[in-house]
């Protein structure tokens, strides 16, 4: 990841609500109704070979329903005799039985090792499918939603090796050419892992495009690239450009090299390998900094120039290139600079700094080439510094006002299974890492879709509250905002250990989890009230409320899908689909 710029998630401080109270038990009834599916799910359960935690994250909690975000309410199941279902909401009272929209070619049970049908909607009209043998589709759906207008219509298909699942897919124009982006997620045997799991992750990348040979039109997978990791990605998604992607994952992925279908590392990795002796060294006081540069046996005195300005050095040798070149971090008083040649060949250039005290963090603007060396003092007279911030003792003064954070006092659902995620930005044209963060402990939630057209959003746990992030590929200064909060979200569904799946509403109103049975909890955004309520170990009023919902269903199957929108709430199990009615209508 060397050269990839470092980020931080920025919130927004209008956004967070520190004197959250918490969620009222609200005992109101929710409109619940449930339709008998004619045909069960295809559910793909988990083989003997699929034992490592990778596997259940991939497909053991797989999401069997699928909501079309360009069309509101529309949800998608595949069955077990291979059709796609359709159920188009638009008054919950009337509800139609699920249509069917298209059939798989193939025969799902012939195939032994097959995963799940898999689906994603590129966009309002493209639609990618996977039918869980290594089969990918491309689909022109036509307007979907409306029985009318929308005819599955494949363009695509072919035989991708071994099986995976849909991860993402885009659609776009480029160059007057349209394409469509998909990524697709395999957990593979690693026959070179004997320490870990035994199996490695791999993201393909492919792009099929419009090709047009001698009045023939058609579609041709014009590029195959491929990613490798050692754990499933929280989160992976195509910019909708198709010249990036994002991936949320607790260990780094990689690009690999596609050549004679053979995985061949990155140069990349390479250069990584490589350590390289610094190319100068320096040293500072709170009135000079000291720099050091080695230079060839045959260059002599008349052979060096070095030019000063206040902000800027320069060191030339001969008549090459600038050996050492930039912005200084902080001006110097340019006419008192010297420089002088040590006896064992090395340069010495002394920089009178400008103002004295501030110490530099660096020598030359953005130049890692140099190293800094410390003298003993420094060291002492920082560790002096620090002192106060540390002891050897867990909690020496528990009194205190504002005592140090103890481990001691954690709660077992403030413990995270994974510490140390990361977000990255993979450039499509160089397959490297263009962006970091380090998301350290704000735990990886769920993903949801606010604007199509956009990215989907990911929700992070940052302290107690949950926060969603809307990625911005084509806002380099702002790429991942801050949009909504969930306060205490991240505390709550800490507690829930039977939780399966997570969503949200694309307007921010409510925020729901569903357990692996029966049970759907839904967390309200803070409403003002119509009656006067009083806190009444505080004596003051409350001006608004967050409620907390509860919904039991009825049904003994084991909830296979789960999906939010602004109005309802759609719960798959294995023969029924439920719909819970959160929101009235505008």
């Not at 010297?338 to 603007?365: A, C, D, F, H, Y």
């Not at 002096?384 to 954070?405: A, D, G």
Request: hydrophobic letters at 35%; one cysteine or more; glycine letters at 4%.
């Amino acid at each position: 990841m060397a050269g990839a710029a470092h980020c931080s998630l920025r919130t927004k401080r209008l956004l967070l609500d520190p004197k959250f109270e918490g969620y009222k038990l609200s005992l109101e009834p929710l409109a619940c109704y449930q339709l008998g599916l004619d045909a069960a799910v295809a559910e793909v359960k988990l083989r003997d070979d699929q034992y490592t935690l990778d596997h259940m994250r991939a497909f053991g909690m797989y999401n069997y329903l699928h909501l079309d975000s360009w069309s509101q309410d529309n949800v998608y199941y595949v069955d077990q005799f291979g059709r796609v279902m359709n159920l188009s909401v638009t008054l919950d009272t009337a509800l139609q039985k699920p249509r069917e929209v298209f059939r798989l070619p193939t025969d799902l049970t012939a195939c032994d090792n097959r995963l799940c049908a898999s689906i994603h909607f590129s966009s309002s009209t493209w639609v990618t499918l996977s039918d869980g043998t290594g089969r990918l589709y491309l689909i022109k759906s036509g307007k979907r939603g409306n029985s009318a207008s929308e005819k599955w219509e494949i363009v695509f298909n072919e035989e991708l090796g071994s099986p995976f699942i849909i991860a993402h897919s885009v659609s776009f124009v480029k160059s007057d050419m349209h394409s469509v982006a998909v990524l697709l997620l395999r957990v593979e045997k690693d026959e070179l892992d004997t320490k870990g799991s035994g199996f490695h992750i791999t993201l393909e990348w492919v792009t099929i495009a419009a090709i047009s040979k001698e009045g023939d039109h058609r579609y041709e997978i014009l590029k195959r690239r491929f990613l490798q990791g050692k754990s499933v990605p929280h989160y992976a998604a195509i910019e909708p450009s198709g010249d990036g992607l994002m991936i949320v994952s607790y260990k780094p992925f990689k690009f690999m090299q596609d050549e004679d279908n053979k995985l061949e590392e990155n140069d990349d990795a390479k250069a990584t390998n490589e350590t390289k002796d610094p190319l100068y060294y320096w040293q500072q006081t709170e009135d000079d900094v000291t720099v050091t540069v080695h230079i060839p046996q045959d260059i002599t005195k008349d052979d060096i120039k070095v030019r000063f300005s206040p902000d800027n050095i320069c060191v030339t040798l001969k008549d090459q290139p600038p050996l050492v070149e930039g912005k200084l971090y902080s001006s110097v008083d340019h006419e008192s600079c010297t420089w002088i040649i040590r006896e064992n060949k090395s340069l010495e250039i002394s920089l009178i700094k400008k103002n004295e005290g501030p110490r530099w963090p660096e020598l030359i603007v953005g130049d890692t080439r140099g190293e800094f060396i410390m003298d003993s003092s420094q060291c002492s007279e920082i560790t002096e510094s620090l002192m106060h911030l540390t002891s050897e003792v867990m909690n020496p003064n528990p009194e205190k006002e504002n005592p140090p954070c103890n481990a001691q006092e954690l709660e077992e659902c403030d413990a995270f299974l994974e510490d140390s995620a990361s977000l990255c930005r993979f450039d499509g044209d160089t397959l490297k890492v263009t962006h970091v963060i380090n998301l350290g402990s704000n735990q990886y939630l769920f993903s949801v879709v606010v604007d199509p057209r956009e990215m989907p959003c990911f929700c992070l746990r940052h302290d107690v509250d949950a926060l969603l992030w809307q990625p911005h590929s084509d806002q380099p200064e702002n790429m991942w905002e801050h949009i909504a909060t969930f306060n205490a979200l991240g505390y709550v569904q800490a507690s829930k250990q039977d939780k399966k799946f997570m969503a949200c509403a694309p307007d921010y109103s409510y925020a729901a989890l569903c357990e692996c049975l029966r049970r759907v909890f839904i967390y309200r955004q803070p409403t003002p009230l119509s009656t006067v309520l009083y806190n009444r170990k505080e004596g003051r009023q409350v001006g608004q409320v967050a409620k907390q919902l509860v919904a039991t269903l009825e049904a003994n199957d084991p909830i296979l899908g789960f999906q939010a929108t602004s109005e309802r709430l759609f719960v798959l199990t294995t023969k029924t689909l439920f719909l819970i009615k959160v929101n009235s209508g505008n």
